[in-house]
T-cell receptor
Framework: AQTVTQSQPEMSVQEAETVTLSCTYD???????LFWYKQPPSRQMILVIR??????QNATENRFSVNFQKAAKSFSLKISDSQLGDAAMYFC?????????????FGKGTRLHILP | EAGVAQSPRYKIIEKRQSVAFWCNPI?????LYWYQQILGQGPKLLIQ????????DSQLPKDRFSAERLKGVDSTLKIQPAKLEDSAVYLC???????????FGPGTRLTVL
């Protein structure tokens, strides 16, 4: 069975600094999708970034980028120039395929605090 | 574009009572999901609809939970009777068919006393 592990329950970073959130996963599939979701205190979860396993290039979205290490089954999220609005729970997630029958599996999350 | 709507936002009930949650997905989104998010954990899928048909309800505790999406638009999730361990946030999400971006609603926080 696929699993997603986030080993850092909480992290803090100074505003304008860079922080990296860790995620590892376990799967026997060769093609799959990985995601980072952000859940601010209002609890509306939004997609931050996604990575297709067949792509070697790491995904980037403005200040957000990932370090995808397929062999190590590692998928970390780097947030550059941290802003107060980045404070939230961040969930790493895995999906075997885009087939509608495949569910997204979420990790337990990392709570990120931004220090002014 | 309006987002996924959920109501109520908060609900407090006593154990053994019944409760229902409502979700209105983004217009045109055929796929709708209900998740349970227990404090300190990530969301867990309870049930997935494609239009008004159930795609996956393998993790839905069917002895007490039920869900329907009669006209392929709005959906309701019901718990009857509630247990203490049902205290959680219940999230609704929707997607266009075969896309990966799930749009989430604000959730309903349920407290069972």
């Amino acid at each position: 069975a696929q699993t997603v592990t986030q080993s850092q329950p909480e992290m803090s970073v100074q505003e304008a600094e860079t922080v990296t959130l860790s995620c590892t996963y376990d799967t026997s599939e060769s093609d799959y999708y990985l995601f980072w979701y952000k859940q601010p205190p209002s609890r509306q979860m939004i997609l931050v970034i996604r990575q297709e396993a067949y792509k070697q290039q790491n995904a980037t979205e403005n200040r957000f980028s990932v370090n995808f290490q397929k062999a190590a089954k590692s998928f970390s999220l780097k947030i550059s120039d941290s802003q107060l609005g980045d404070a939230a729970m961040y969930f790493c997630a895995y999906r075997r395929s885009m087939n509608r029958d495949d569910k997204i599996i979420f990790g337990k999350g990392t709570r990120l605090h931004i220090l002014p | 574009e309006a987002g996924v709507a959920q109501s109520p936002r908060y609900k407090i009930i006593e154990k053994r009572q019944s409760v229902a949650f409502w979700c209105n997905p983004i217009s045109g989104h055929a796929t709708l999901y209900w998740y349970q998010q227990i404090l300190g954990q990530g969301p867990k899928l309870l049930i997935q609809f494609q239009n008004n048909g159930v795609v996956d309800d393998s993790q839905l505790p069917k002895d007490r939970f039920s869900a329907e999406r009669l006209k392929g638009v709005d959906s309701t999730l019901k718990i009857q009777p509630a247990k203490l361990e049902d205290s959680a946030v219940y999230l609704c999400a929707s997607t266009l068919t075969r896309t990966d971006t799930q749009y989430f609603g604000p959730g309903t926080r349920l407290t069972v006393l």
